[in-house]
């Protein structure tokens, strides 16, 4: 049996600053980052632009294109790869009222300018997958946005980047809310929806974050298992959420153990990650973490993640299948919850 790789983002080693309180950590360079990625056993890095290329507005297109050279370089020294690359359509001052589906047309098209920088840069880090968080493309004002319009505005966007490069795959990572109040792309259900109606299908997809499911009230196994049925798992975001609140990024696992063995177990049952597709972490350490501590939540999230794998091959599925056929669903919640706790 393959097994997993694993990836993960820069931001997820962050120096603790929140909504209402600055940083409580000192920031860590990039290449110190993927020395202990690789230690801790990541094959792969995801990254928005500015990541590999950070001011990249200040720059001219070969310039993008020779940074993203040098940060290849260094992922290179390391034996990483490249995942991904998410366009950073949220910190800019073009992109206030979103991107993609902003009011003002010259925002548009600074998205696009965006989108496209982050496919050269994709392509220069040697990757062909773009991730779209869509941040913003959604309304704080109900009546500032027409569904109808911006959903259409989504698809023009998507398609006019398959255009752009005719390799690239495109990945929606949907979120019910956050930063905004209304998101257009919700759920895993949206983004097939949207794949469906642009020029390529084929090539636009999902990256279903956990969290993101808890929020819009969703189970994420059963999120996966759609976009799976569809063959549109291009890559997970795995981490935890206490119910639907802030957007937690904590690690795998440790709110519902029972909903992480049912990811996995998704996983494992339809051979994700057999396609080269990666499980992904998104998770955040906690504002309290000490500075010596930075990646413990790394740390943690993997092995709680590969406890999970365990616990997988260790499920007795003949005697699962024959609780189903008899219809003995208490026997089989209990033999689940169990095998789980180890007792
Ligand atoms: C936001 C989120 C982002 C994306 C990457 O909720 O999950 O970190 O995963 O742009
Ligand atoms: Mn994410």
């Given at each position: 049996m393959y097994q997993f790789r694993y990836s993960v983002g820069p931001w997820n080693v962050h120096a603790g600053a929140d909504s209402y309180g600055p940083a409580t950590r000192a920031e860590i360079t990039l290449e110190e980052k993927f020395a202990r990625f690789k230690a801790l056993g990541f094959d792969a890095v995801q990254f928005h632009d500015d990541d590999a290329v950070p001011n990249l507005n200040d720059l001219t297109e070969e310039e993008i294109k020779a940074e993203a050279r040098r940060v290849k370089g260094l992922l290179d020294k390391y034996d990483l790869k490249a995942e991904f690359v998410a366009p950073r359509l949220w910190m800019d001052p073009?992109?206030?009222?979103?991107?993609?589906?902003?009011?003002?047309?010259?925002?548009?098209?600074?998205?696009?300018?965006?989108?496209?920088?982050?496919?050269?840069?994709?392509?220069?880090?040697?990757t062909d997958l773009i991730v779209l968080w869509l941040a913003r493309e959604g309304t704080l004002c109900a009546e500032a946005k027409s569904p109808v319009t911006a959903t259409k505005q989504l698809v023009e966007a998507i398609n006019a980047m398959l255009r752009y490069d005719e390799h690239i795959r495109v990945c929606i990572e949907p979120k019910p809310n956050e930063p905004i109040d209304r998101s257009f792309c919700g759920t895993i259900g949206h983004v097939m929806a949207v794949s469906a109606a642009t020029i390529d299908p084929k090539r636009v997809g999902a990256n279903l974050e956990s969290a993101h499911a808890v929020l819009a009230g969703l189970d994420p196994a059963n999120e996966i298992g759609f976009a799976l049925a569809f063959d549109k798992l291009f890559t997970?975001?795995?981490?935890?959420?206490?119910?639907?609140?802030?957007?937690?990024?904590?690690?795998?696992?440790?709110?519902?153990?029972?909903?992480?063995?049912?990811?996995?177990?998704?996983?494992?049952?339809n051979n994700y990650g057999a396609r080269g597709e990666y499980v992904g972490l998104d998770v955040k350490a906690m504002r309290t973490t000490h500075d010596e501590d930075s990646y413990e939540h790394l740390k943690n999230s993997l092995a709680i993640f590969k406890a999970m794998e365990q616990k997988v091959k260790q499920y007795d599925y003949d005697y699962a299948n024959r609780l189903i056929r008899e219809r003995k669903f208490e026997q089989l919640e209990y033999y689940t919850v169990k095998l789980i706790m180890g007792v």
């Open positions: 073009h992109t206030i009222d979103g991107g993609f589906t902003s009011t003002s047309e010259a925002d548009r098209a600074f998205a696009m300018w965006r989108a496209y920088r982050s496919i050269d840069i994709a392509r220069e880090l040697g997970v975001h795995m981490n935890d959420q206490n119910g639907i609140r802030y957007d937690q990024d904590k690690s795998f696992g440790v709110e519902n153990l029972r909903q992480a063995f049912n990811q996995v177990k998704v996983l494992m049952e």
